[in-house]
């Protein structure tokens, strides 16, 4: 049973650092691409970084690269997201999602091709 895990989430001033933290369980974390999604309020879920387990290539959106940082610990089958120099409009709630290696490849940060989802973890970044 495939679960994912979102937490580390919190107030945080702008300007200051996040570490989001993913637990996963139920699948073989190095056969699968896992990534960091948000949604604000209302607006569309918008996907910011996948990672592939099992080589470590990386993808980041436009709008966090060289602030937001992907990586995993494979002996915890866990992967985390370090936000730096965070803005108001980092504000959302963030989710982690899982698919085959191959998602990343063929679909990127697409949120709508990726199927296992965990709970979110809400960040609030005020200004």
């Known amino acids: 049973d495939v679960q994912l895990q979102a937490s580390g989430g919190g107030l945080v001033q702008a300007g200051r650092s996040l570490r989001l933290t993913c637990a996963t369980s139920g699948f073989t974390f190095d056969r699968y691409a896992i990534g960091w999604f948000r949604q604000a309020p209302g607006k569309e879920r918008e996907g910011i970084s996948v990672?592939?387990?099992?080589?470590?290539?990386?993808l980041y959106a436009d709008a966090v690269k060289g602030r937001f940082t992907i990586s995993t610990d494979n002996a915890k089958n866990t992967v985390y997201l370090q936000m730096n120099s965070l803005k108001p409009e980092d504000t959302a709630v963030y989710f982690c999602?899982?698919?085959?290696?191959?998602?990343?490849?063929?679909?990127?940060?697409?949120?709508?091709?990726?199927?296992?989802w965990g709970r979110g973890t809400l960040v609030t970044v005020s200004s």
């Open positions: 999602a899982a698919e085959e290696r191959d998602y990343m490849t063929r679909y990127g940060l697409r949120f709508w091709r990726y199927a296992r």
């Open positions: 990672i592939d387990a099992g080589d470590g290539s990386t």
